[in-house]
């Protein structure tokens, strides 16, 4: 992979496009995590206005420490990088005792809430981004926007652009180690950081990125019983997942009314 002009390409496709729309630069919400360091860092490099936002939810601590080590270490490098944090904790726990219902009643409650916190976190950087004149910068990769629908529908998919979602999970470490973000976020376990107990995106999946990028590659006319063993799990898996998620990349159904019946 051809790393540095990567990097460049989207680097001049961000500056582009902001200049292009008449904004001032973008603002990207800051995890902890590879996929938000990479296009901070990316973001940084176009010399436009760049806002950082921190949005822990009861967040866990080493969660919080690499988003803010990061933050750092851009701001250090970088003159046009600005950051805020916005603890949005004690707003969520109001909206989760506000709407709160028996789990026994509704047992995808959990899940729901779940997304609210990434949903919150989408109105808020909204908020940043139109009071600032800033892009909301989308941090998802292939895998996760076009494969298996791993994001939260008008939560992390509500963005204005979005730079690497045409790379592969493992493309986009090739580009951490290119590009130096800091060790403790190369070596963090992906997580999507919406839960109370620790979640890794592996375990909520059930395969890494490398095998959903295997599933992703290959012919998907084909069906499970065309591989065996771990492959054939995996690609039932990808299949099954990437069927119930088409509603997260699909435009949205739009009920085509007879001219003849609006005149």
């Known amino acids: ?103 026994q009643d509704f047992p995808a409650e959990q899940l729901a809430l779940a997304n609210s916190r990434s949903r919150l ?45 045409d790379l592969y999970k493992t493309q986009i470490y090739e580009l951490a180690r290119h590009l130096d973000i800091i060790e403790s976020i190369q070596k963090a376990i992906p997580t999507d950081g919406l839960w109370d107990g620790e979640r890794t995106d592996e375990q909520q999946i059930g395969a890494t990125y490398p095998e959903l990028e295997w599933a992703m590659e290959q012919d998907q006319s ?5 591989f065996e063993g771990r492959q054939r799990e995996v690609f039932e898996k990808y299949q099954k997942m990437h069927r119930a998620t088409l509603h997260k990349v699909n435009p949205i159904p739009i009920c085509d009314i007879p001219e003849e019946y609006k005149s």
């Open 222 to 226: 084909l069906t499970p019983d065309h």
């Open 1 to 103: 992979m051809q790393s540095e002009k990567i990097i460049n390409h989207i680097v001049n496709w961000l500056k582009d496009y902001a200049q292009n729309s008449g904004m001032k630069g973008f603002v990207v919400g800051v995890s902890g995590g590879i996929d938000s360091a990479i296009v901070s860092m990316l973001a940084a490099k176009t010399g436009l206005k760049v806002l950082l936002l921190e949005m822990p939810i009861r967040q866990k601590e080493d969660q919080v420490n690499r988003a803010q080590d990061h933050i750092e270490d851009l701001k250090s490098k970088f003159s046009n990088v600005e950051s805020f944090r916005v603890d949005l904790t004690p707003t969520f726990d109001t909206f989760q005792k506000t709407v709160d219902v028996k789990d």
């Open 121 to 165: 976190r989408m109105l808020t950087l909204y908020y940043y981004g139109q009071i600032h004149g800033l892009l909301v910068t989308g941090t998802g990769n292939k895998v996760e926007d076009f494969g298996v629908g791993f994001f939260t529908k008008y939560g992390d998919g509500g963005v204005d652009i979005s730079p690497i979602a």
